[in-house]
């Protein structure tokens, strides 16, 4: 977990703002969907920690509870080792956690309330205290305290103004008509699921122009824009190592001719860059 930069905005009423960051250098909110988003794919995480860090070592639990979408643990892990000074984190020490997903997941089920244990979770590590501890274990032995499930809620809706992309219906059009109506990558028809996908994004200096653009299905954009899927300065498909055993490995090494006819070298380039590519 790392302070966040002072342009972002995950709770803008917070004096000490936080993000989850991952290792592509993507924001993700403290949330546990964030938490999920950020981690899901693999990887450890290197959190700071304070006044509990010394007693930390190696194979302990770090437990997470989530203000939302409902306060509870709802994550947990295992300490790598003892924690360290990290020269980039504000916390005076850091610990590395391996997440445990086998038991991440049955939180996602039977997530422990706060009303179970009553012990306050300020923003960093801190020891349980024996109700906490006696409420876990019983929770390991698959006794669940009960708990409020994650409620579903009408949507409610109202009337903003908002101020509209100019130019998307146009580059959208135009960049199927380079890409001859297919995903640039799976090559896919539906158009229902092809969406314009910038490859310098536009609150970077992107523009809406074919050179600048592909044409992906609704998947594989949200991955180009994360950097899980990227395309190198010569047209070639890169599956980040995270999700190569997933079925899109198959576009790993792919070439792209269209690719290579329509989009700028150099903003393939800053996108693989920007994404630090695994």
Not at 188 to 196: F, I, N
Request: aromatic share 8%; with cysteine; glycine share 6%.
């Amino acid at each position: 977990m790392y302070p966040l930069n002072p342009k972002s905005k995950v709770n803008p009423k917070s004096k000490e703002r936080y993000c989850l960051l991952d290792d592509r250098g993507n924001e993700h909110p403290t949330s546990l969907e964030g938490f999920m988003d950020c981690y899901s794919t693999g990887g450890d995480a290197s959190w700071g920690v304070y006044n509990e860090g010394p007693d930390l070592k190696k194979g302990d639990y770090i437990w997470v509870h989530f203000a939302l979408p409902i306060s509870a643990i709802c994550a947990v892990g295992r300490v790598l080792g003892p924690a360290f000074p990290h020269p980039s984190h504000r916390a005076p020490l850091t610990v590395e956690i391996r997440w445990d997903w086998d038991l991440t997941y049955r939180l996602q089920e039977h997530p422990i309330p706060y009303a179970a244990h009553r012990q306050t979770a300020p923003v960093s590590v801190r020891k349980m205290n024996s109700k906490t501890l006696g409420v876990v274990n019983k929770w390991l032995n698959r006794k669940y305290p009960p708990s409020k499930k994650f409620a579903s809620k009408k949507v409610k809706f109202k009337t903003v103004e908002v101020e509209q992309r100019q130019g998307q219906p146009e580059f959208r059009q135009a960049l199927l008509v380079a890409y001859k109506n297919k995903c640039a990558i799976s090559s896919c028809s539906v158009r229902d699921v092809l969406q314009a996908a910038h490859i310098k994004a536009v609150k970077n200096g992107g523009t809406h122009s074919v050179n600048n653009g592909l044409i992906l299905r609704a998947d594989i954009h949200n991955l180009f824009d994360r950097g899980l899927i990227t395309i190198s300065s010569k047209s070639i498909v890169k599956v980040h190592k995270d999700i190569r055993d997933s079925h899109y490995r198959t576009f790993h090494g792919k070439e792209l001719p269209l690719v290579a006819k329509n989009a700028s070298k150099t903003a393939l380039a800053y996108h693989q860059r920007s994404h630090k590519s695994g």
